[in-house]
């Protein structure tokens, strides 16, 4: 299972745009790097999956560069309710009986300044 | 669709009681799993189900059993609690959990505190 690494907090002001970049050196060929949103107090919640180049959806965009050792979740134009716990995951783990589990880190912790 | 749902919200329990999380999930999803969360960390896998009648150990089993005796519920339940159980307990679900594009619907959670 591919290790990650991405910065444990962020501070940000509001309306601009934010990039957290998340290392995953050992990432495997048939891994997915999927991100997940975390609002305090709440379950995690799927934000974007991609596997490589940039994919773009209404919430954020992603950024895989050719050798898949990183990606970027960017988060256009922050406001206050963007203030969560982004974890990065990179692949599934194998749990047995043919099903796959997520693995997750400690995220990154956006805080967003008014 | 309700989503996935959780109860109770909160619980306090003292030291040795039993109980039941309860969890259910309205997507006809094959694939649900309970995970915890403590403060400052991740979420770490407790049980998990392929199916109805199929359920598996995930990474801190300890002290837990589950069932799925229908596709829809997934009840987490505390033998005997613990302090080190005090936690909080998110259930989840996915369509067939066998695909890594299979994206995991969370619950709201449950926050039980043992004394």
């Known amino acids: 299972l591919a290790k990650t690494t991405q910065p444990i907090s962020m501070d940000s002001y509001e309306g601009q745009e934010v990039n957290i970049t998340c290392s995953h050196n050992?990432?495997?060929?048939?891994?997915?790097i999927t991100w997940y949103q975390q609002f305090p107090s709440q379950g995690p919640r799927f934000i974007i999956q991609?596997?490589?180049t940039k994919v773009t959806n209404e919430v954020a965009s992603l950024f895989i560069p050719a050798d898949r050792k990183s990606s970027t979740l960017s988060l256009p134009r922050v406001s206050l309710s963007d203030t969560a716990v982004y974890y990065c995951l990179v692949g599934l783990a194998y749990s047995g009986a043919g099903s796959y589990q997520l693995t997750f880190g400690k995220g990154t912790k956006l805080s967003v300044i008014p | 669709n309700a989503g996935v749902t959780q109860t109770p919200k909160f619980q306090v329990l003292k030291t040795g009681q039993s109980m039941t999380l309860q969890c259910a999930q309205d997507?006809?999803?094959?694939?649900m799993s309970w995970y915890r969360q403590d403060p400052g960390m991740g979420l770490r896998l407790i049980h998990y189900s392929v199916g109805a009648g199929i359920t598996d150990q995930g990474e801190v089993p300890n002290g837990y059993n589950v069932s799925r005796s229908t596709t829809e519920d997934f009840p987490l339940r505390l033998l005997s609690a613990a302090p080190s159980q005090t936690s909080v307990y998110f259930c989840?679900?996915?369509?067939?959990?066998?695909?890594?594009?299979?994206?995991?619907?969370f619950g709201p959670g449950t926050r039980l505190t043992v004394l």
């Open positions: 991609g596997y490589k």
């Open positions: 997507m006809n999803h094959e694939y």
């Open positions: 050992n990432i495997a060929t048939n891994d997915y």
């Open positions: 989840a679900s996915s369509r067939t959990g066998r695909l890594p594009t299979d994206t995991q619907y």
